[in-house]
């Protein structure tokens, strides 16, 4: 979990008491915004597999904030538990407000080996959850008169990266999915808006990829030399989220510290 600098950074009181949803929120970036929401009083759900994780997130948090974040354990992939999951969600919270599909899998593949069965799979664990999940909440949304819905999507299709073929066919579909269900939700004062994240320092980079030579890369591609973290992405989101983005909906966000 990352030392949340509370004095450093912009506080939203619109966010004070909001009921958030988090995708994939138990690691990496969506344990960030996770504990963003929760330092801004938000009452903050999260939904992740990685139940030891999102346990010690939920419980270190728990003291220090208002509302303390509440774990569900749950497989986005079965789209029946995932329904099951968002309604015991607004059971505890109430109907969720602002909405945030992080969830993802950035799992390395050749694309000469990639199989249908392989192909479906990727797209069940980083593209179709984020519909359903949108779907589930909207009626809530709708009664409330407004709502914020961020989808996670990735500077990887823009580069365009390699090695992960099927991951970048699932990220770019997110900003198409964004950019329609913006123009479906907006009449119901519902936004909805992307954010690509470029090379985020997480555990899981650091555990899997993170070399001299890759840091080098990333350094040299970059306009801004500086390892991006985490919190990035999260401060962000906060915006997002918050009633002064009110006027936001249906855009790309970058968060790539300048890739050239």
């Known amino acids: 979990m990352e030392t949340q600098k509370e004095d450093w950074f912009a506080r939203y009181p619109s966010l004070r008491g909001r009921t958030v949803l988090v995708t994939g929120g138990g690691s990496g970036i969506g344990a960030s915004i996770v504990e963003h929401f929760a330092y801004q009083g938000a009452r903050t759900v999260f939904l992740d597999v990685a139940e030891q994780a999102a346990k010690s997130l939920a419980a270190a948090l728990a003291t220090r904030v208002e509302y303390a974040p509440v774990f569900l354990h749950c497989d986005l992939t079965n789209i029946q538990a995932l329904q099951a999951a968002i309604k015991k ?14 969830a993802a899998n950035d799992e390395r593949h050749k694309w000469d ?7 479906d799979r990727m797209m069940d664990v980083n593209l179709r ?17 407004k709502g914020s819905m961020i989808n996670l999507s990735s500077i990887s299709w823009m580069v365009p990266s390699t090695g992960l073929p099927v991951y970048v066919t699932a990220k770019a579909g997110i900003v198409g999915l964004t950019r329609t269900m913006s123009r479906e939700l907006g009449p119901f004062g519902i936004r909805v808006n992307c954010v690509l994240p470029g090379a985020i320092l997480t555990e899981k980079q650091v555990r899997l990829w993170w070399t001299s030579e ?11 030399r500086r390892q991006l973290m985490p919190a990035d ?7 997002l989220a918050s009633d002064d983005s009110s006027a936001i909906t249906g855009q790309s966000h970058i968060v790539d510290g300048g890739w050239v």
């Open 89 to 102: 969600a607004e059971e505890l919270v109430g109907p969720i407000e602002v909405l945030v599909n992080n």
């Open 113 to 119: 080996e990639v199989t249908p069965a392989y192909w």
């Open 129 to 145: 959850h984020q519909f359903f999940t949108m779907q589930a909440v909207a009626p809530g949304m709708k009664s409330h008169g």
């Open 214 to 224: 890759y840091r080098e890369k990333i350094m040299t591609s970059q306009s801004i």
């Open 233 to 239: 992405v999260a401060r962000l989101v906060l915006f």
